[in-house]
């Protein structure tokens, strides 16, 4: 397993309108070879910003590196560059390789 992770610090008063360019893009992940999961998760508020983290999960590194590789990624990202204004700096990509995993019967099935 591989996951692949961007943090962005969302500004305060911007997070509908941040959630909404994620609910509203067409992703093209369910299309690509060794694609498994995509999350957009919510966490703390401070004074300045929200944090979020978006994270898909992949069969393998090689997967998630021949996805941006892909004329899907491109396409997938294509007006990323004018959600600027929505950060507080720039969103940070973490890269994981799966160690050990734990799942319910449900999720493993």
């Given amino acids: 397993m591989f996951l692949a992770m961007n943090r962005f610090k969302v500004r ?3 997070e509908a309108e941040f959630e909404e360019v994620w609910r509203s893009r067409d992703s093209h992940l369910s299309t690509v070879p060794g694609f498994k999961k995509f999350d957009l998760l919510r966490g703390p508020s401070g004074e300045e910003h929200t944090l979020y983290a978006s994270h898909s999960i992949w069969n393998s590194r090689a997967d998630f590196e021949a ?3 892909s004329e899907a990624f491109r ?3 294509r007006t990323a560059g004018g959600n600027k204004p929505l950060y507080v700096g720039h ?3 973490e890269l994981f390789e799966g160690v050990e995993g734990i799942s ?3 999720d493993a099935a």
Avoid: F, K, L
Wanted: hydrophobic share 35%.
């Fill in 91 to 93: 969103p940070e990509v």
């Fill in 67 to 69: 996805w941006t590789r």
């Fill in 12 to 14: 305060r008063g911007s």
């Fill in 104 to 106: 319910t019967q449900a």
């Fill in 75 to 77: 396409a997938a990202h």
